[in-house]
């Protein structure tokens, strides 16, 4: 159980453009799902905090015009890069809770901006 | 600023040795505490988590939590080669949903 799938795996894309990213609960109903961003050999970031129906809770620092986040049901929740550049390459990745603290991570996303 | 520290590493073990990765958190509201595992290119994946002061085995892995100091641990008995990862420990933050990560400690298992 408690299986969080996260598509695509894998996109380039050139700087201007805008990627979505997005993150499902398979076997279960998140009731909050989170985006966090990982750079080469650091630790983990959260960008911010998602709600099904509610605006998300962005973290100090993350723009949330250039992140858009979407969370339109229990099971599926999007995060939209806007205008990527090459500093916003990275590998983002989503995790999903369910009634308790115990996150489970999605697969990750890695995005490469040329 | 509410922290989680861990030894960045490496900490590298013979194959076979016991590996004991550390954490110790700032915020004494903090009630749950996890260990995660993540492999270089790959997303974290839960491999414990405890609650309440002591002892909680599960397999090779046994994690410790002692409250009253702030710290908690993970130990790995028989290591493998395969346990070779960096290890999370995150902290669930008193009222709020998020948990904070320390950086991680890379372990190295030598076979």
């Known amino acids: 159980g408690a299986v969080v799938s996260q598509h695509p795996s894998r996109v380039i894309c050139k700087s201007g453009t805008s990627v979505k990213i997005e993150c499902r609960s398979l076997d279960f109903q998140a009731t909050t799902m989170f985006w966090y961003r990982q750079f080469p050999k650091q630790s983990l970031m959260l960008m911010a905090t998602?709600?099904?129906?509610?605006?998300?809770?962005?973290e100090q620092g993350v723009e949330k015009d250039k992140f858009l986040i979407n969370h339109a049901s229990l099971t599926l929740s999007t995060l939209t890069v806007t205008s990527a550049h090459p500093e916003d390459s990275s590998f983002y990745i989503c995790s999903a809770t369910f009634e308790s603290y115990e996150q489970y991570f999605g697969p990750g996303t890695r995005l490469t901006v040329t | 600023q509410k922290e989680v520290e861990q030894n960045s590493g490496p900490l590298s073990v013979p194959e076979g040795a016991i590996a004991s990765l550390n954490c110790t958190y700032s915020?004494?509201?903090?009630?749950?505490f996890f260990w995660y595992r993540q492999y270089s290119g790959k997303s974290p994946e839960l491999i414990m988590f405890i609650y309440s002061n002591g002892d909680k085995e599960d397999g090779r892995f046994t994690a410790q939590l002692n409250k009253a100091s702030q710290y908690v641990s993970l130990l790995i008995r028989d290591s493998q080669p395969s346990d070779s990862a960096t290890y999370l420990c995150a902290v669930h933050q008193g009222g709020s949903e998020k948990l904070v990560f320390g950086k991680g400690t890379k372990l190295t298992v030598n076979p």
């Open positions: 915020d004494r509201g903090s009630q749950s």
């Open positions: 998602s709600n099904e129906g509610s605006k998300a809770t962005y």
